[in-house]
Structure formats: C-alpha cells, structure tokens
C-alpha cells in the first residue's frame, strides 16, 4: 500500500486536467484543416490508441522498477537506459514549449474576448504564476484545486456545446484520404498527451494499483467525447476556407450572433489553461527531482526538494513563455513539435512492450499499433529532429558518464 494521499476521485481532476488544455481551443480547427472532412477519423484513431495504450500499461508499470513507476521506467524495462533517459528530456522539452504556449493561447482568448490591451501577457503571466503557487503547497493543495478548476471547465465546456449545437446542421462525409487522416491524427495526438504527466505522480497514490489505471480511462474518455462535440460543432459552423487556426472556436463567436457566446468561450479558454499547468506542474516537477537525481541535466542541483523543483520549473517557464511571446510566429511549427515528441514517447512504450512479452499472440496487437503510430510520426517530416536530437543528447550524456566511472 503506498503512503501517498491521492485516491481515485481526488486524482481523476488531475487527469483530465493533464489532458485538456489549449489544446481543446484550437484542435478541432487546426485538425480540421489539416483532415478536412476526414477530421472525426483522425480524432476517433487517436483516442482508440489512447485507450489500447492503456490496456498494456499496467503490465509494463508493474515490470518498471519500484522507485521509477512512470512511463520512463516503463519504456526502460524493455528499451534500456539510454530509452528510459530520454523519455525524462523529451517531456520536458516538450512540456516547457507546450506549457507556455497555452497559457499565451489563453491570453489571446480574453484580449480578443474583452478587447483590453496587454491582457493577453498579463493572462499567460497570471496562468504560469497561478500553477507555480498552487504547487508549492504540494500536490494535496494542486488536487483541490484541479477539482474546482475541472468542474468550473465542465460547466462552461457543456455551456458552450449548448449554445452551438443548434447550428449543426450535417457531419461532414469522410473521404477516407489517409495521408491526411494520419496529419490529422498527429495533432489530435497533442490533446490526449497526459498520461504520461500522471505517471509521474503513481506513488502519490493511496492505493495505485486499484486506482492509477481506472483514472487515466475514466479521464481519456471524458476529454474524447468533449473534443469530439467541440469538432463536430466547430466543422459544421465554420466553412472550410474560412478556418483560422490560431483563435480556433473563438471564430465561432464571430460568426454566430450570440451575446453571450464570447466570454463564455473566453472564460473557457481560461480555466481549460489553468488545470492543464496545476496538473502538469504536479507532474513536471517530480519528473525534474528525477532529472536531478539522474544528473541528465547538468545545471540542476542534486537531491532537489519539492518546493524547489516546482520553483525551477517557473524559472525555466517564465523563461520559455518570454521567447514564445518575442517569436509568435513558430506557433504552428512549435505544436507540430510538441505532438511528435508525445508520439514518439507513446511508441517507445508499445515497443517496450513488444520486447517484454514473450508470448507472441500477445504481441500481435501491440505490433500492429507500433507499426501504425510509426506511419503516423512519419508524416512530422523534419519535426521530427528535436526529438532525435534530444535522444542523442541524453546518449552522449550517459556515454560520458559511463567513461568517468570506469
């Protein structure tokens, strides 16, 4: 039995919170470009993945070892060190452009929602600031939080499909055009990246064998159907030529002549940011006491106590957030990135499996959805060198590691 305090109910706000973010403002446009009529494929591929992904994980989680039950320890009981090591960077090189990014994304939700200047930086200011406070008081106090935050998200999110549905007129007819399909389905990827953060805080449960599994489909599930209705709306409203990306449902409110649709998609925005940075901060920082641990990144002290891990992932937001906001124009570039690192990760795991088990009927399933993620992450095109790079990085440092020690 752990001695963690998290049960199923206070750790499932944490999960949805991991997975939805900004990512549910401008999904269902940018996918929507990207598959066009495809789009519902794209989204319905990805969550089968997802939820696949799931039923092997507690075999892999119970093969990693006690101390390092997470998905890196998961992707090193098959992979080996090298593999488990990376998995430690590539999050948080992703997480520290993904994170970022959002909270700016948000901000440009309530600049163009309430039309006041400079709301936009103080918003993604105010966001970062936020995850970071309610943090430091440890992940009991980040839970709470996300609890408040995740009903306030349902409420608003259940609003706005209300408000819009009555607009839907047709589902668009798929074509079945997989290039773009597997495009799609890249991006879609993105919004369901968040059971690898909820790994990261496994021994902060009660009793995670009972509960760890149960939570993270209970939390796919939930945010699945809610992407699909904010997709169909989305598709059915806005005429394909007419997509902006950027703003994504924002756009709607142009569109349709709804008083009160604007803030309450704005407010949306808001609170959708906001558990997605508690709940990632929860889990970013014990991947960053690990990364200190491990001595993969140098300049990290050694030993680091919560409170501190938490405040140097604030410096090292602040400090992404301050670039993102001086280069806005690599947004789209950034969250193709951040999306090929999330499924690079995700096939490292089904291969880990693949090497573990030795019956081979068990392997065929695990094989085929390999084998299909590979096809995906083969559209990234040169996306495809940050994550490459960051594995050669973690190599490099072990190598020399390996050579002072002998």
Not at 103 to 116: R, S, V
Not at 253 to 261: E, F
Not at 268 to 294: D, Q, R
Request: net charge positive; glycine share 6%.
């Amino acid at each position: 039995m752990s001695n963690g305090t998290l049960t199923k109910m206070s750790a499932i706000p944490l999960g949805i919170g991991s997975i939805i973010g900004s990512g549910i403002l401008f999904l269902p446009s940018l996918t929507y470009k990207t598959s066009e009529s495809d789009v519902l494929i794209s989204w319905l591929t990805i969550i089968f993945f997802c939820l696949l992904g799931v039923s092997y994980l507690k075999r892999l989680l119970f093969i990693s070892p006690v101390h390092e039950r997470n998905i890196a320890g998961m992707v090193r009981a098959g992979l080996g060190n090298n593999a488990g090591d990376s998995v430690y960077l590539l999050l948080l090189g992703t997480v520290l452009i993904g994170m970022p990014s959002a909270a700016i994304i948000a901000g440009d939700y309530m600049e163009l929602a309430f039309n006041i200047p400079f709301l936009k930086e103080a918003t993604a200011i105010f966001l970062i600031t936020f995850a970071i406070g309610a943090n430091l008081k440890g992940v009991k106090g980040s839970s709470k939080v996300a609890s408040i935050l995740a009903i306030a998200l349902v409420l608003v999110a259940i609003l706005f499909i209300f408000l819009t549905s009555s607009y839907v007129t047709e589902i668009k007819t798929p074509n079945f055009d997989l290039p773009r399909t597997y495009k799609g389905a890249v991006l879609a990827f993105w919004a369901f990246a968040g059971f690898e953060n909820l790994t990261f805080l496994y021994n902060r449960f009660k009793n995670p064998k009972k509960d760890f599994v149960p939570t993270i489909v209970i939390s796919i599930i939930s945010c699945g159907l809610l992407y699909l209705f904010l997709v169909i709306n989305y598709a059915s409203i806005v005429e394909y030529d007419e997509i902006e990306t950027t703003v994504g449902l924002l756009q709607i409110t142009n569109i349709l002549n709804i008083p009160a649709l604007k803030p309450t998609i704005a407010l949306f925005a808001f609170f959708a940011v906001l558990i997605n940075l508690v709940s990632w901060t929860s889990g970013i920082a014990e991947l960053l006491k690990l990364l200190s641990e491990k001595k993969i990144i140098s300049f990290l002290p050694e030993n680091m106590s919560n409170k501190s891990s938490v405040k140097a992932l604030g410096a090292l937001f602040t400090m992404s957030l301050s670039i993102s906001l001086i280069l806005p124009q690599f947004f789209e570039v950034l969250l193709g990135v951040v999306s090929t690192n999330f499924l690079i990760i995700y096939s490292m795991t089904f291969l880990s499996y693949i090497v573990i088990e030795k019956t081979f009927s068990k392997k065929l399933i695990p094989i085929f959805a390999f084998l299909s993620l590979l096809l995906i992450i083969s559209s990234s095109g040169a996306k495809l060198l940050y994550p490459l790079l960051l594995i050669l990085a973690v190599i490099i440092t072990n190598t020399k590691k390996g050579i002072k020690e002998c």
